[in-house]
């Protein structure tokens, strides 16, 4: 594998809707990637939407790892001088509490073989916004002093959302807290829904609720009642970003758009006559919480600039959708 002046980073969970577009990204600046995907024993597993990226056959590397066994990651890491560690588990078939221990012990057996790299220089790590937004606090913006509150989503979250929140707000603090006390580089970034276009195979979970209205998924509604947004380069721009920025530290919204349901709605009815959409009777009786949106302040007062807004990554996604036969 060919190394340029970028130099080698490594990015977990390759196969993500995140993680995909991040290797793009990284492989377009000119960074040497390797990515960790997950065992494959039989083989059925298409990798070509990765290793057919601009550059990836000369700057691309394929590691097979698993959160399941940390120690998995160490030969991917060893070599690299940036960590983005965006693998998140998301098979629900198992108790809650494996799932919960899985994200935790996975991020930490990550950071130890960074720890123990004499080359990472510092690690990105991929949050949620499902960290900062449920805590009972009723504010119309978030920034990454506030916390989620566990025992509230214990008590008031279904399972799979549940084990979601859980998982992601107990991971990044323990990812935190083993930054300060091993003196690791550990900066977080705190995405909104990611909306925009896609490399993966599979519909992301994101634009599945984003897009609900438009695909008719009447039950993710109610989660547009009050809905942040970023587009999904602009994510992975951040990211990068964040890893090259000297004075970077701890945690970092980045969500760039707030919509209501019925401004979403009044948009995709302008901007895409050719959906049937619901009635507008029908829009003004979902009940839900309407959560906060997250401040991205911190983020632009070191200099991060945002490329697209409303139009460009619903425009993005919708026509990537369009490609690949899920719209």
Not at 84 to 99: I, N, Q, W
Not at 226 to 233: G, K, P, Q, R
Not at 273 to 291: D, H, N, Q, R, V
Request: proline share 4%; hydrophobic share 40%; charged share 25%.
């Amino acid at each position: 594998m060919e190394e340029d002046g970028k130099g080698t980073v490594c990015v977990t969970g390759g196969t993500g809707f995140v993680a995909s577009w991040l290797i793009k990204r990284l492989l377009e600046e000119g960074y040497s990637v390797r990515a960790t995907v997950r065992a494959d024993p039989g083989n059925k597993r298409d990798l070509s939407f990765l290793t057919n990226l601009p550059g990836a056959a000369e700057r691309l590397k394929i590691f097979i790892a698993d959160l399941n066994d940390p120690d998995s990651f160490d030969a991917a890491i060893e070599g690299s001088k940036g960590v983005f560690h965006v693998a998140t588990p998301l098979e629900f078939d198992v108790p809650e509490e494996v799932f919960i221990e899985t994200a935790i012990n996975g991020t930490l057996g990550i950071l130890k073989a960074c720890l123990k790299s004499s080359t990472v220089k510092r690690v990105v790590y991929t949050s949620s916004q499902a960290t900062v937004i449920f805590n009972g606090r009723y504010v119309e913006t978030m920034d990454e002093t506030f916390w989620t509150d566990v025992d509230l989503v214990r008590e008031k979250q279904v399972r799979n959302q549940r084990c979601y929140s859980v998982s992601k707000t107990l991971a990044e603090r323990a990812a935190l807290e083993f930054g300060a006390r091993n003196g690791l580089d550990i900066v977080t970034v705190i995405p909104s829904l990611v909306v925009g276009p896609f490399v993966c195979p599979k519909f992301p979970g994101s634009l599945q609720t984003t897009l609900s209205l438009l695909i008719g998924l009447q039950r993710q509604y109610q989660y547009l009642l009050n809905v942040s947004t970023v587009h999904v380069d602009d994510l992975a721009r951040a990211h990068i970003f964040l890893l090259e920025h000297p004075d970077a530290t701890g945690r970092y919204n980045c969500s760039s758009n707030m919509m209501s349901l019925q401004n979403l709605y009044e948009f995709f009815r302008a901007k895409y006559p050719e959906f049937p959409l619901p009635t507008a009777e029908s829009i003004a009786e979902i009940k839900g919480e309407k959560y906060p949106g997250l401040s991205s302040k911190k983020l632009l007062e070191i200099g991060f600039e945002f490329n697209s807004g409303v139009e460009e990554m619903f425009d993005d996604a919708v026509k990537c959708c369009k490609e690949k036969g899920y719209l």
